[in-house]
């Protein structure tokens, strides 16, 4: 998958069959495809583990291989795959809802998303990490970050 090849730097040593592992072993995956030329712009995935510790679910989401090409960076596409895999995560219907854990991620601090990809999780109320419960947790290179509420 040539986005991840080019816009992902963590990722250019991936060859085909472990870009193919790597989505298969996510919880929830989505591809932002330009229809005109047939190739993918935006991707991401999640990963979502569960426990149960005294009757209580807890969950933990990580938030990876956030990319956008760099032709499409700027245009909202950032958003929708962040709020796609965190909607996967809290769960679309309200029985479903999982509000006691927190989703996590790695902020590339190089590459073509250094500068946009701070501003976009900053846009969508992500801020520094407390200990606080239910918290969305960004992780970047020396800040930590976390969504004051995972309820919509």
């Known amino acids: ?6 816009e992902a730097f963590w990722a250019k040593d991936w060859d085909e069959e472990e870009t193919y592992n790597r989505i298969l072993s996510a919880s929830a995956v989505i591809m932002i495809m330009d229809k005109m030329n047939k190739v993918p ?9 569960r426990n149960n510790n005294n009757n ?4 933990l989401g990580y938030l990876s291989d956030v990319a956008v090409n760099i032709q499409h ?7 929708v795959i ?8 809290i769960g679309q219907d309200a029985s479903q809802r ?5 989703v996590c991620l790695i902020c590339g601090n190089k590459g073509s998303g250094a500068i946009s990809a701070p501003k976009l999780y900053r846009s969508l109320d992500f801020e520094h990490l407390d ?3 239910n ?6 290179s020396d800040k930590h970050y976390f969504r004051r509420s995972l309820q919509q």
Do not use: P
């Open 131 to 133: 200990n606080n419960r």
């Open 135 to 140: 918290r969305i947790a960004i992780f970047t």
């Open 1 to 6: 998958m040539i986005i991840m090849t080019t």
């Open 73 to 79: 960076q700027n245009k909202g596409l950032g958003r």
């Open 98 to 102: 999982r509000t006691n854990g927190s």
């Open 41 to 49: 712009v935006g991707f991401g995935r999640i990963f979502m583990m």
């Open 56 to 59: 209580e679910e807890e969950t």
């Open 82 to 89: 962040v709020n796609y895999l965190v909607s996967a995560y």
